[in-house]
């Protein structure tokens, strides 16, 4: 069974990220859940919400999504890159692969880049950003502003609390 964690353990295991301004991060996270980006466990029972529960594999999400915020990316670019990293999760066994050995702290890039490059409006727009693996050769040549993150370096930077009997 994956360990579950709650919207305040959550903040604490973003770590570094979080640290400076936690109620700011619980606020995104908690404003992140009410817009459907990020996805609670359901829950069994009825109730206020307060103790929402995150799988391992959304807590990792939360913490790419609370970087690129940080960065200063659109709300809307944040919500497309999560149901990006979703869709590779379920539907790329190669990028489910990647995503795992990231866990275990083997190299894997993402490179996001504005929509239209050529209108130089870099990130500043709300226009939905491509987002590719290290393995995509467009970065390569492209002279485009790009915002790259190394996955295993933000799961390395989590700061997970014990969890009995499971393998983080």
Known sequence: MEPELTVAELVRAIGSLCRDEPNYWHSVIASL????????????????????????????????????????????????????????????????????????????????????????????????PYVLMDSDSYFGKSRTVIFGIELANVFREMELPEFEGAET
């Open 33 to 128: 859940v009410k817009e459907g980006i990020v996805k609670p466990m359901p829950a069994n029972r009825r109730g206020t919400g307060i103790r929402r529960r995150f799988t391992l594999t959304e807590a990792r999400i939360v913490a790419i999504l609370c970087h690129l915020k940080a960065a200063g990316l659109h709300h809307l670019q944040v919500a497309h890159v999560a149901q990006i990293l979703r869709n590779g999760l379920e539907d790329r066994p190669s990028f489910r692969e990647r995503w795992e050995a990231a866990a275990e702290g083997k190299s894997f890039q993402l490179y996001i880049a504005p929509a239209n490059p050529l209108a130089n409006r870099g990130f500043g727009s709300d226009e939905l």
